[in-house]
């Protein structure tokens, strides 16, 4: 525990599951999304350089798998502030114990969890709600010429999204299914 966080660990060396600590009266609530001096303790370095909000519509619905590739390489905190998500990080670190393996969590409005992602893991997440929000702070500001991504749908990655996929964005389904000399990235 650190501050207003609880970090779980998980399989994947330096993937986190940070529990927010609510603090709440009559009035509602308050949940700290990102305290540098808090989150420096389990990983995170630097400042924000970017913050994000996304909306999808529909659940089923499936986004990523995405990274940046060093120099560029980022560290995000994701949190989901309405509905339900399932979250899901692969390590793609060229030289880990565990390359190529994945971590999925739900994260949602009601749980206060946030999946920290270190540097060297692709992206991705599964509405599992309709109308789903999530906030991302990124490490480093994107820079398209260092985007990445995997197949979501990749046997390779034997993801077990829970609803059919749907809504897969071109760029998306066009990332090809992984060959066998795939080497990731430099972490």
């Given at each position: 525990?650190?501050?207003?966080?609880?970090?779980?660990?998980?399989?994947?060396?330096?993937?986190?599951?940070?529990?927010?600590?609510?603090?709440?009266?009559?009035?509602?609530?308050?949940?700290?999304?990102?305290?540098?001096?808090?989150?420096?303790?389990?990983?995170?370095?630097?400042?924000?350089?970017?913050?994000?909000?996304t909306g999808t519509a529909f659940k089923g619905t499936v986004r990523g798998m995405h990274?940046?590739?060093?120099?560029?390489?980022?560290?995000?905190?994701?949190?989901?502030t309405r509905g339900r998500i399932l979250d899901v990080a692969v390590d793609i670190r060229r030289h880990s114990?565990?390359?190529?393996?994945h971590f999925a969590v739900e994260l949602s409005e009601d749980n206060a969890c946030s999946l920290l992602i270190p540097?060297?893991?692709?992206?991705?997440?599964?509405?599992?709600?309709?109308?789903?929000?999530?906030?991302?702070?990124?490490?480093?500001?994107?820079?398209?010429?260092?985007e990445g991504g995997l197949n979501p749908q990749d046997p390779a990655l034997a993801i077990d999204w829970p609803l059919p996929v749907i809504n897969l964005s071109p760029r998306d389904a066009a990332h090809p299914l992984l060959s066998p000399d795939y080497r990731g990235v430099a972490a």
């Open positions: 525990m650190s501050g207003r966080f609880e970090a779980a660990k998980t399989p994947l060396d330096g993937l986190l599951v940070l529990t927010r600590r609510k603090m709440a009266d009559e009035r509602g609530f308050l949940s700290r999304l990102f305290c540098e001096d808090d989150l420096v303790v389990f990983g995170w370095q630097g400042r924000v350089a970017q913050l994000n909000e990274f940046q590739r060093p120099p560029h390489a980022e560290i995000k905190l994701v949190a989901c114990p565990t390359f190529l393996r540097k060297g893991f692709a992206h991705g997440f599964q509405a599992l709600t309709d109308d789903v929000r999530m906030i991302y702070a990124h490490s480093h500001p994107y820079a398209a010429e260092a």
